[in-house]
């Protein structure tokens, strides 16, 4: 079958691309080997963040004396109830997505696997589907390490399907999957330990967020253990035993569940992208040009698949960037783009741009705002102080780098900064701002008043 356009996945940015593609006048084909809305929608941001309301509700539940509340009596968290709510979201939405393809008469939605046979053909089913233009959409899975192959260990996906609270669970990597699995785990009621062989938790963020986050989690009686290689796993009667090449603590440790939280890969090694021109980079990434655009000229790479972004948001971006360049005036590119995330534990951690260590790589001499969130009257209002807020400017231009903030909220307000970047404006716009009383968000023009030189 020959179509104008062939998308290879329903992740954040094929559907969007093929409804555009399909207005537009384009006959469209959209191939899924799996679930409609790929990992975020089935596996990752929805329910997980659905999971993280639950947590805190238990959490809240059982810590508020200290706010006059207190609960007489007991508080159960039900992981079936809680599975079944998340079940709903995710069917609401493969639901939502598989009427926006059926009752499209330019979409043809394919169920299989794809394979490249060229740069103009793909099979799937044994059938081959021909097309001027290719987007791929194809995400990434979970990175296991070798060593773990003799034991049943979880992934973010099997996780996702548990309906008993684990006893004990026992997370390797201590990333954004480690952190926000384990609070919510800990708040369900399990033993957590989590490790990882960084010296801080969150290796991308500057080192104090990570030993702040590693003291709200132990306080919360998470076992947090860093500098700890895990090398391998292997059965102990009922129990889970997995070694760690550590300097320090014991260099075994033994739960009842194991969740790997080791990283992602993409989906490309087994899409028959050796029968085309398309160039991987030595982790598996397609390389794409500034318009997304592959090294084969007529077939284009968007989301995790190309390693230029992890999250839904730039997935979607990536959409944006190519209909652009399709159907608009204002051409996007991907240079154009901030990397902005959260990780969301609680309290959150919100990040825009970049740390001090990009700065110092990039020999930029820059200023630093500081703020904790203890010094901030809502937070203090609140109950809820942990955490801390730094803010990078440019010393010679005057313009924001980035920002990290860890505190309650963070992850709505760094939209302020985000937004500040994007208008390519002086930090100056904000610190002169007069934002509503009583908000965290009010600090922020005030700490800009105390910037100093970055050591
Ligand atoms: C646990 C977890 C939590 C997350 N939380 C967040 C969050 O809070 N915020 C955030 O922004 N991001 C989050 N992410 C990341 C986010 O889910 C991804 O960045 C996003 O889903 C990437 O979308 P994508 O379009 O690149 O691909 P995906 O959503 O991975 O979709 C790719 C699709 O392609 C299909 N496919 C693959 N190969 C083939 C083939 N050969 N033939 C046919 N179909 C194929 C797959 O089955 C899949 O459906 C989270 C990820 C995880 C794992
Ligand atoms: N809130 C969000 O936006 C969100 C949430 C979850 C996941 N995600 C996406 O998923 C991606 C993957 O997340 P992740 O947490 O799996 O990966 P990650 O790369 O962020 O963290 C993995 C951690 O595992 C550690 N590690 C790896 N192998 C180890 C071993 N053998 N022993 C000990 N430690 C080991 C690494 O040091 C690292 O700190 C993220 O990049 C992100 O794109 C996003």
Not at 23 to 35: C, L, R, S, T
Not at 81 to 101: V, Y
Request: hydrophobic fraction near 35%; aromatic fraction near 8%; include cysteine.
């Amino acid at each position: 079958m020959k179509f104008d356009a062939i998308i290879i996945g329903t992740g954040q940015a094929g559907p969007s691309l093929a409804a555009s593609l399909a207005k537009n006048g384009y006959k469209v084909a959209i191939i899924e080997k799996g679930h409609l809305g790929g990992t975020c929608v089935n596996v990752g941001c929805t329910p997980t963040k659905a999971y993280v309301a639950s947590a805190r509700r238990a959490f809240i539940a059982k810590n508020s004396t200290a706010l006059g509340v207190e609960v007489n009596g007991s508080i159960a968290v039900n992981l079936k109830t809680i599975k079944a709510r998340k079940d709903k979201i995710i069917a609401d939405s493969r639901t939502g997505l598989n009427k926006m393809f059926t009752s499209n008469e330019n979409i043809t939605l394919v169920k299989g696997k794809a394979r490249f046979l060229d740069n103009h053909s793909v099979e799937v089913n044994g059938k081959t589907y021909e097309a001027d233009k290719f987007y791929i959409n194809v995400g990434g899975k979970p990175r296991i390490p070798e060593g773990f192959e003799g034991v049943n260990y979880l992934t973010n996906e099997s996780i996702l399907e548990l309906e008993e609270i684990p006893d004990h669970l026992i997370i390797v990597g201590g990333g954004y999957i480690g952190l926000e699995f384990g609070q919510m785990f800990r708040r369900f009621g399990s033993k957590v330990s989590i490790l990882d062989r960084g010296d801080h938790l969150l290796k991308k963020e500057d080192p104090e967020f990570g030993k702040a986050i590693a003291d709200i989690f132990k306080d919360e009686g998470i076992e947090v253990r860093l500098n700890s290689d895990c090398i391998s796993a292997k059965k102990s009667g009922d129990e889970i035993e997995v070694s760690i090449n550590c300097k320090e603590g014991s260099p075994t440790i033994k739960g009842s569940h194991l969740l790997l939280a080791t990283g992602r890969i993409p989906n490309t090694r087994d899409l028959g992208l050796e029968n085309t021109d398309v160039s991987l980079d030595e982790k598996g990434y397609i390389w794409v040009t500034n318009e997304l655009q592959t090294s084969a000229p007529n077939i284009w790479a968007l989301g995790d698949c190309n390693g230029e972004g992890a999250f839904t948001h730039t997935a979607y971006n990536d959409f944006q960037i190519v209909n652009s360049h399709l159907f608009e005036d204002k051409k996007r590119k991907l240079s154009d783009r901030f990397t902005c995330y959260a990780a969301f534990i609680d309290p959150p951690l919100a990040r825009v741009g970049m740390n001090a260590s990009d700065i110092e790589k990039a020999g930029i001499k820059a200023r630093v705002a500081t703020r904790p969130m203890a010094k901030i009257a809502r937070a203090k209002e609140m109950g809820e102080t942990q955490g801390m807020l730094k803010i990078y400017i440019e010393a010679k231009t005057e313009k924001i780098l980035g920002a990290t903030f860890l505190g309650t909220g963070a992850d709505e307000y760094i939209h302020t900064i985000i937004d500040q970047m994007y208008a390519r404006q002086p930090y100056t716009v904000i610190r002169d701002a007069v934002h509503i009383h009583p908000t965290v968000s009010e600090l922020i023009p005030t700490m800009l008043e105390n910037i100093k030189s970055l050591e």
